[in-house]
């Protein structure tokens, strides 16, 4: 049965969702370009590696993207690098706790942003990426961090891409 509280709930929620953000119209949209950013504390830390992680998240996210990339399109792709953590050991358990020697999981973070033809920001993703830091191979090969690095943006493109659709 409907009642008045009931009709004046419907009526303002209804109201309400008219006013709430398209993000879904926002991941229909095509995306024109895709700018990788990095932290200067990243940048300073990591150096020549950023190149790498750079590339390689590039090279995914064009992969991903495929048809919904289209050079010229209104909306634009920025991703912000704001941290990469490696583990010190890269193998084995490594432990939990800090007296353990730490984790042995490697992470990314990311803030992944889609803005419109006018700067006009349409969505965010905040994501962190978890890797296995033995996942990338033998510890004794001497390109191992590297494979660590392209092996975390690779799994931050996946997300990406699960996010924006």
Do not use: C
Not at 40 to 58: D, Q, R, Y
Not at 84 to 107: E, Q, R, V
């Amino acid at each position: 049965m409907m009642t008045r509280r009931l009709f004046l709930a419907s009526s303002l929620g209804a109201a309400a969702w008219t006013l709430v953000p398209r993000v879904a119209s926002a991941q229909a949209v095509p995306i024109g370009s895709i700018k990788i950013q990095f932290s200067p504390t990243v940048t300073h830390a990591w150096g020549a590696n950023v190149a790498i992680v750079k590339s390689e998240l590039e090279r995914t996210l064009i992969d991903l993207l495929g048809p919904s990339l289209q050079r010229g399109a209104g909306t634009s792709l920025v991703v912000n690098v704001s941290s990469i953590w490696l583990a010190s050991f890269a193998g084995g358990g490594g432990g939990g706790k800090p007296s353990d020697g730490g984790g042995s999981n490697d992470y990314l973070e990311s803030i992944a942003t889609l803005y419109d033809r006018n700067g006009r920001e349409l969505a965010s993703y905040p994501i962190m990426s978890t890797e296995l830091s033995g996942g990338a191979g033998a510890w004794y090969r001497p390109d191992i961090d590297q494979l660590r690095l392209k092996a975390l943006a690779r799994n931050n493109a996946y997300w990406i891409k699960r996010y924006i659709g």
